[in-house]
Nanobody, 121 residues
């Protein structure tokens, strides 16, 4: 089993910044994709950012480009999301998702517990 522990959410004023962290632990043989999703009330969960294993390729949701930065530390099996210039529309529960192999033959696809980000004055 692979567990993900998220941290870093909270209440911030518009224009402020937050940094989310997600650490994976447990039966990890290797980690491939590491992603951040978010889900606002009444809306579907959406992919916010994705980073490849080598950290060279990224995906960002159009509405967060230039404001959010995803990074990963493979030695710590941790993924980060630096969120700057936050807007009220960024308010949502943010979830990390990590995929990889728990052994040479078994894969895993784990989700964090979610962390609330609220942008409000």
């Amino acid at each position: 089993q692979v567990q993900l522990v998220e941290s870093g959410g909270g209440l911030v004023q518009p224009g402020g910044s937050l940094r989310l962290s997600c650490a994976a632990s447990g039966s990890i043989f290797s980690v491939t994709a590491m992603d951040w999703y978010r889900q606002a009330p009444g809306k579907q969960r959406e992919l916010v950012a994705d980073i490849t294993r080598d950290g060279r390729n990224y995906y960002y949701l159009d509405s967060v480009k230039g404001r959010f930065t995803i990074a990963r530390d493979n030695a710590k099996n941790t993924v980060y999301l630096q969120m700057n210039s936050l807007k009220p529309e960024d308010t949502a529960v943010y979830y990390c998702n990590v995929k990889g192999m728990s052994s040479a033959t078994d894969s895993f696809n784990s989700w964090g517990q979610g962390t609330q980000v609220t942008v409000s004055s």
